[in-house]
């Protein structure tokens, strides 16, 4: 069955640095688009950032020059690089994959808490 974990999220200061990943199995990585999404209590879940499997990558506006999306077709991995965090940044993320025709999965989440 198709599984998403990920993993690297805590508690980190203001400014401070997350590396969040997301290994997949269950699912041919190389077809599918791959995306960090974020949600906070009472709020829909946001997109963050996506990459396309031959690696073109958007980010929301405000996640911008401080977040880095990457992934590894072979390794079916992928990464969000999270630098300049700030209290705001405060969710649960969560890692997706969706192919059109095929489908779309999610993770569990992992908590991210950006306080002093």
């Known amino acids: 069955q198709v599984q998403l974990v990920e993993s690297g999220g805590g508690l980190v200061q203001p400014g401070g640095s997350l590396r969040l990943s997301c290994a997949a199995s269950g699912i041919i990585f190389g077809l599918y688009t791959m995306g960090w999404y974020r949600q906070v209590p009472g709020k829909q879940r946001e997109l963050v950032a996506v990459i396309t499997a031959g690696g073109r990558t958007n980010y929301r506006d405000s996640v911008k020059d401080r977040f880095t999306i990457s992934r590894d077709n072979a390794k079916n991995t992928m990464v969000l690089q999270m630098n300049s965090l700030k209290p705001e940044d405060t969710a649960v993320y969560y890692c997706?994959?969706?192919?059109?025709?095929?489908?779309?999965?999610w993770g569990q989440g992992t908590q991210v808490t950006v306080s002093s």
């Open positions: 997706n994959a969706v192919s059109v025709g095929i489908g779309s999965y």
